[in-house]
């Protein structure tokens, strides 16, 4: 009941108090918060300003991070996930089966077979026949994707057109036999043509000669108009002839680069053999396709589609020759740069006639992704790329040529591959096999690789994109444990520039996390809020940023009396400062009372035994100082000394023990000596010494209860 | 006639009284100073020593004029424990106050507040002095 009446009345006491000094200081909790700002002027920043500056903050942070870790290419083969497109197209090949079905073989089969029937040498009209009729039954397999359709009709209208050409170059031979006959007869007619020579009067002369003329033109006129039809009409025919061949040629051109760009290279080989049976008047050239694409018109203001992505690798072949001539020469080159691929090609051909035409070809994987896309723009985009194609390749020999190069390379870059994951080089093995699968995905070695060669690859080629993704996320932690696994996975994965960006990221977010004390120490909120956001997103699971925030919880709390009076409780009883805790008593008596915490028992306990304690040295004190103003100097130090032994650690306690040690020397002196006699158990000595300040002190509690303590020790049994 | 044998010396009678009070109080001196004879040649205690260092004196025998201060204890099978003052005060003035033990062999001493003593007395271990032998001057 009386407790219960102290922890009231303190915590009434409590309360005033702290009514009383948030009275005096309105709003304190806020300018404590604000800081050195308010106190400097500065407007107050409001909550949705800080939350921009977050947020702002951790946007740059994150750009940062991630063009920091996205931009390093330290391997060939992760350079190729950072594209997206690619890294989902071949991550579906490497989960795919092996097209070893009886379909499967049957379609390579039936392709064999049409290149077979087309290849040089064999392409006679029954098997240009057997390898058309073939197209449909290849087409019917899923893989082809009715590719051979496409150029079934292609070389169907192209054929038909040929047909058209050979009909009106027929009738035009026709018409030509029936001009010649007509103006002959038109000759016949001018020669055998008899008009009145004379005119019956010499005034009539004028009148006789315009008799004449139109006689002439109405006897003429027959003949010459049948002529100039037969004339025209050939005329006609020879434009529909011309027309139609170039837009035969034009299609199956078309067609031929597109298939080539959609790496459909058996199929190139294909279409380009049916085209050379089709038009075989040695016109191998792709002049028709180039002079379409220049005729095409560019609209400027439209600006261009932009396809984006880029598979990389990035091919690069050239060839040149010289004929022995004197002047003959030619120069091919190509390369790849670093945003794109160019080739150049220059002969002396028409300057001599003595050379023969180079050849530089220069490609650039496969383009995904699309930007500034309209009907316009697309159309400046197909026109662009017609007109590249045609700048390209100038015949299609390059085209048969440079596909059968990329048939060859892949089915060697497949053994390649089978033999470095032989000898577990993951990284350039992945490496070859992306390589091939982007120059080849649709050739029969690269469709051919089973799941179980394709699965160490799949497995890597999986952490490829987990470690991407991690880079874009900007999640260091789950990056580094990505880079440790692709490290374990294969030991020659270079991972020095990647780890060296993670430690730079981490220093960054921890120079940011000093930053933000530093402005914590200021009391400069935003700057921490603004600073610990950027470290966070830097690196989120920084400790350092989780302490920060621990201690940033702390300080939060200052602006809490009663927390703070908890917390300062808390630290003077572990420091055994009870003084300062006594001097301070309603404070955590007060605060104690309010505690809401799982501690405040605990608490009260010590509080109470704090209190106790406090105040038997208090009433020493006070005792003590009472019997010194007596004069009695040594029985108040005594009276301390007793109190002293118990509580050693109050300085209050012990500063007036040592005041009052020089007050009575000789007692002092002497109770010490028996003390120390005492301790060292030489009893006789101790009780010589106390029996001395006893006679000093006749009135010496500490002296009677050691010489009554000493007498037992001499003899136990004494009555 | 008279006068002469007047001049003749002492009585027998008187020189025999001399004689046996010169025997008896011989024999008396010699037995008193027989007893005081061991405190005569004892070194007499130094406390500002004893004090100071009691172990170093350990096991000498030193004589002691004292007056019995106080009984501290009385153990059945060591002894009586008194507090005794020096009748010689210490140099400043001060009152010595020893503790001495009378062994059970001295149990036939009677000692008593304020009673005066020589006393020869033995350092023993834990700087006690033990009684060998007091008695009154």
Redesign the interface.
């Known amino acids: 009941m009386m407790k219960r009446t102290l922890w009231d009345g303190s915590l009434a006491v409590f309360l005033i108090t702290f009514g009383s000094v948030c009275a005096q200081i309105p709003n304190a909790q806020t300018i404590h918060e604000t800081g050195q700002q308010y106190k400097e002027g500065n407007p107050l920043t409001g909550a949705s300003d800080n939350l921009a500056i977050g947020s702002q903050a951790m946007f740059e942070a994150n750009l940062k991070a991630k063009k920091n870790i996205v931009d390093m290419k330290p391997n060939t083969f992760l350079s190729l996930w950072n594209n997206p497109g690619f890294a989902i197209q071949f991550e579906k090949y490497l989960s795919a089966p092996a097209e070893t079905s009886e379909d499967a073989k049957l379609y390579r089969q039936r392709m064999d077979k049409i290149m077979e029937l087309l290849a040089p040498g064999n392409a006679t009209k029954q098997n240009q026949d057997e390898a058309f009729n073939l197209l449909p039954l290849a087409s019917e397999f899923e893989s082809d994707a009715n590719n051979c359709t496409t150029i079934h009709d292609a070389v169907y209208a192209a054929a038909n057109a040929r047909l058209q050409i050979q009909k009106l170059t027929e009738v035009d031979r026709a018409l030509e036999t029936q001009l010649s006959a007509s103006q002959y007869n038109q000759l016949h007619e001018a020669q055998s043509l008899t008009l009145p020579s004379i005119a019956p009067g010499k005034n009539d002369v004028a009148d006789n000669n315009a008799n004449e003329n139109e006689l002439r033109t109405a006897k003429m006129d027959p003949s010459k108009s049948r002529v100039a039809v037969l004339k025209q009409t050939i005329q006609r025919n020879q434009a529909q002839i011309a027309s139609a061949e170039l837009q035969a040629k034009f299609a199956l051109q078309s067609l031929i680069l597109q298939l080539f760009v959609q790496r459909r290279y058996q199929h190139v080989i294909i279409i380009d053999r049916f085209y050379r049976a089709l038009f075989d008047d040695g016109d191998q050239s792709l002049e028709q396709f180039a002079q379409m694409a220049d005729k095409m018109g560019y609209n400027k203001a439209a600006g261009q589609v932009k396809l984006i992505a880029d598979a990389n690798p990035k091919g690069a072949t050239a060839a040149g020759s010289g004929n022995n001539g004197p002047h003959g020469g030619v120069g091919a080159s190509a390369g790849t740069g670093k945003d794109g691929a160019g080739a150049s090609v220059g002969n002396d051909y028409y300057n001599n006639n003595n050379g023969m035409d180079a050849s530089a070809i220069s490609g650039s994987g496969l383009h995904m992704g699309v930007e500034n896309l309209s009907v316009e723009s697309a159309e400046n985009a197909f026109v662009t790329g017609m007109k590249g194609a045609s700048r390209t390749f100038k015949s299609l020999s390059q085209l048969d040529a440079f596909a059968n190069e990329v048939i060859r390379d892949v089915n060697e870059g497949v053994k390649v591959y089978r033999f470095l994951l032989e000898k577990s080089e993951i990284e350039s093995a992945a490496s070859q096999l992306a390589s091939v699968f982007t120059k080849g995905e649709y050739l029969p070695s690269v469709r051919l690789l089973s799941q179980d060669e394709k699965r160490k690859t799949l497995a890597y080629a999986q952490l490829c994109n987990r470690l991407v993704n991690a880079a874009n996320s900007g999640n260091i932690d789950a990056l580094s444990e990505v880079v440790s696994q692709m490290k374990q996975m294969n030991p020659s994965f270079d991972d020095a520039e990647i780890l060296a960006k993670l430690q730079g990221v981490k220093t960054a977010s921890s120079l940011l996390v000093a930053q933000a004390k530093v402005a914590a120490s200021k009391g400069d909120l935003q700057v921490v809020q603004t600073q610990i956001t950027r470290a966070a997103a830097l690196w989120p699971n920084n400790p350092e940023v989780t302490n920060f925030s621990s201690e940033m919880s702390k300080l939060g709390n200052v602006a809490r009396p009663e927390v703070q009076a908890l917390a300062d409780f808390d630290q003077f009883e572990g420091q055994h400062n009870y003084r300062q805790i006594f001097d301070d008593k309603e404070k955590y008596i007060a605060a104690i009372a309010m505690d809401d915490s799982t501690r405040k028992t605990m608490r009260q306990e010590k509080l109470r035994k704090v209190l106790a304690r406090m105040q038997e040295i208090e009433t020493s004190i006070m005792r003590s100082q009472e019997i010194a103003r007596r004069g009695d100097d040594a029985g108040a130090w005594e009276g301390l000394e007793m109190t002293f032994s118990q509580y050693p650690d109050d300085q209050k306690l012990s500063q007036l023990r040592a005041d009052l040690t020089t007050q009575a020397p000789?007692f002092v002196h002497d109770v010490r000596?028996a003390k120390s006699?005492e301790e060292r158990?030489?009893?006789?000595?101790?009780?010589?010494?106390y029996?001395?300040s006893?006679?000093?002190y006749p009135m010496s509690d500490l002296s009677k209860q050691g010489?009554q303590r000493l007498?037992r020790m001499?003899?136990p049994?004494?009555? | 006639m008279s006068r002469q044998k007047k001049s003749q010396g002492l009585p027998l009678w008187l020189i025999v009284l001399l004689v046996l009070l010169a025997a008896g109080g011989g024999f008396y001196s010699l037995h008193q100073n027989g007893g005081d004879a061991s405190l005569r040649t004892t070194e007499e205690l130094d406390p500002s020593i004893y004090y100071e260092n009691a172990n170093s004196l350990r096991g000498n025998t030193y004589k002691i004029d004292v007056e019995i201060d106080s009984a501290l204890g009385n153990s059945p099978t060591k002894g009586r424990l008194f507090s005794v003052i020096l009748k010689k005060a210490s140099k400043n003035g001060a009152p010595v106050v020893l503790p001495v033990l009378v062994p059970l062999e001295l149990g036939n001493l009677t000692i008593q507040k304020g009673q005066h003593y020589l006393m020869k007395v033995k350092v023993v271990e834990n700087g006690l002095l033990k009684v060998e032998e007091a008695r009154k001057p």
Do not use: P
């Open positions: 000789d000596q006699y158990k030489e009893y006789g000595s101790a009780l010589a010494w029996l001395r006893q006679s000093r010489i007498v001499i003899m049994d004494a009555s």
